[in-house]
């Protein structure tokens, strides 16, 4: 098992190394000289060419390349140039407000979807079935601003239950943060919700037609160890996958609600260095996230490995 | 002997994108105890139907007893709610690849029919298990309960299978071609290993297969499946030297012999007709050699041949 682990490990480097690249890349091949953009219009001709040179935009784009590299390897991922602070430690400020929301959006999008999945799969083409298949399918296509805005609005405006935007406050004890968190991580995870309850239902459907289930039957189990020991055991396992993409979804959809909701996170930072031409902020950010993505997916791929007889099996004892 | 199993009138019908089909259609049969029952006939006959139905596990919705009674141990199976499957009787699939669980260790897919009906802790059950195994002829069971099915070969997969379904020490085991997804050696293996049970266990055994030749090895007696209806049923060694039904002739006559090499291989003319719309009188008169105007209008009786049951008009007051 350990091998397979460090095998996944090493395949991991090529992959970096082009996210790395790409992020390199995509920011030279924003039109307009980020020293002209930052400095402002009325820059001196002389200033401008001293912060290209601190930046570094002198020398030839590989050897630019280079040193960037050699700093992000450092974790280095520069500096802000409007809150005048290390990329790298704004970023860890503000993650845990993210991570926080991914993650109850992603438990309200398996305790709500696994289960609705499953249900539609066990009446299959019956009423229940359709009314899962349907809401599944709004959940997919809502738009989560739209809805972030119509959970502010019943929730918060009218009916005055929970807080609409911001943190909340520790202090005030743990309600105050659980109930600032309750809107923005709906409204993010109805789209995976959707997600998960249908490749949930269409999963289950297979598993259900296969010969072992009917094994099980003839074997005369009962019929809840059947679905559960049988089913959805096997069920779930390319679930499992789909779940670890929606993480990274959740990552993307973050800026979203985190806008919408006034939270203070890495979605917000983002939008909010996008709006100022902060291109260090953006940059660095950009491959965190990329980063967080890929060793979201390993972590995936170690798990699948470890339910997976198969895989298991092959790196037993070796 | 006793009569164990008694299969009356049954029929199945199912629904298709193109309509309703029948298979079985109004079957009747016996297994009386420590007996051995082929069944033969092509796919789309009927047969792993009959044994569903036997099972009590027809595919719900498309398929539905709508006719018929399954008596075993005097009990109307189709009745009765406490269905004596994976106890008194047990059954083995044809691909025992896909129908084993293929993330669950062998040793546990076993020992759970104990632990379901037996109430026993896994611990006490594996040891049954292991024993089982030995006896089916599966080596180091202790080592293979901590495996896989993907880590079994085909036949020791079947051998798994089998023991399994014998772990209750059932009445009555079903083999659903149990050698087809064989290779021919490791298939001469099994039935060697379900004569074996015949022999050593007082199970009876229903062994179903496209393969006169297989259930020939085997059975006391043969039911020769046509198009949803049994066409003969006859002792084994009695269907070979003098088969009744046209049909089944012409199955054995298509089994090739090896001292003939050079003529061609022999088949019986036409196809299986559609079950939808199944032809008039005989399903099997637009393909037979012997028909009589009879024969397309009305659907033949059985009638009683000696022991023999054949269902064709040649036979009608022929030994009655």
Partial sequence: MAKYILKRFVQVIPTLFFVILTVFLIMKLIPGDPAMVLLGPQARAEDIVRFRQQLGLDKPILVQFVIYLKRVLTGDLGRSLIYRQDVLTLILERLPTTVTLSLSALFIALVIGIPLGIVAAMKHNSFVDLLVTILALIGISIPIFWFGMILIIVFSLKLGWLPAVGLGDISKGLWDVVSHFILPSLALGILSTGTIARFTRSSMLEVLNQDYIRTAYAKGLKKTLILYRHALKNALIPVITVIGLQLGNLLAGAVLTETVFALPGLGKLMVDGIFRRDYMLVQGEVLFTAIVYIFVNLMVDIIYAFINPKIRQLYRSV | ?320
Avoid at chain 2, 26 to 44: A, P, T, W, Y
Avoid at chain 2, 50 to 65: E, Y
Wanted: charged share 25%.
């Fill in chain 2, 1 to 320: 002997m006793n009569t164990l199993l008694s299969v009356e009138d049954l029929t199945v019908e199912f629904k298709v994108s193109n309509g309703k089909f029948k298979a079985p259609d109004g079957v009747s049969f016996k297994i009386l105890e420590n007996e051995c029952v082929g069944m033969v006939g092509e796919s789309g006959s009927g047969k792993s139907v009959t044994a569903l139905a036997i099972m009590g596990l027809v595919p719900k919705p498309q398929g539905k007893i709508v006719k018929g009674r399954i008596i075993f141990e005097g009990k109307d199976l189709l009745k009765f709610n406490n269905h004596p499957r994976g106890t008194k009787i047990s059954m083995v699939f044809q691909n025992p690849l896909n129908s084993l669980n293929p993330n669950m260790k062998i040793g546990k897919q076993l020992s759970e029919v104990l632990e379901q009906h037996y109430g026993m802790s896994y611990k006490e059950a594996i040891g049954k298990v292991t024993a089982m195994m030995k006896q089916l002829g599966i080596p180091e069971p202790e080592e293979m309960i901590e495996r896989y099915p993907f880590e079994y070969s085909g036949g020791m997969r079947q051998r798994a299978m089998i023991a399994m379904a014998m772990l209750c020490h059932p009445k009555l085991l079903i083999a659903d071609e149990p050698t087809t997804a064989l290779d021919v050696t490791i298939q001469a293996q099994i039935i060697q290993l379900f004569k074996k049970l015949k022999l050593e266990s007082k199970t009876s055994i229903f062994f179903i297969s496209h393969d006169l030749s297989v259930v020939s090895q085997i059975a006391d007696r043969v039911i020769v499946m046509y198009a949803g209806k049994i066409c003969e049923i006859s002792k084994t060694e009695e269907i070979f030297e003098k088969p009744l039904h046209p049909y089944t002739a012409g199955l054995i006559s298509s089994i090739p012999d090896m001292k003939e090499r050079k003529t061609k291989l022999r088949s019986i003319e036409g196809s299986v007709p559609s079950l939808i719309d199944p032809p008039a009188g005989c399903r099997f008169h637009p393909r037979c050699s012997q028909k009589m105007p009879l024969c397309m209008e009305k659907e033949p009786d059985d009638f009683s041949v000696n022991d023999r049951i054949v269902k064709c008009w040649l036979y009608k007051g022929v030994y009655q």
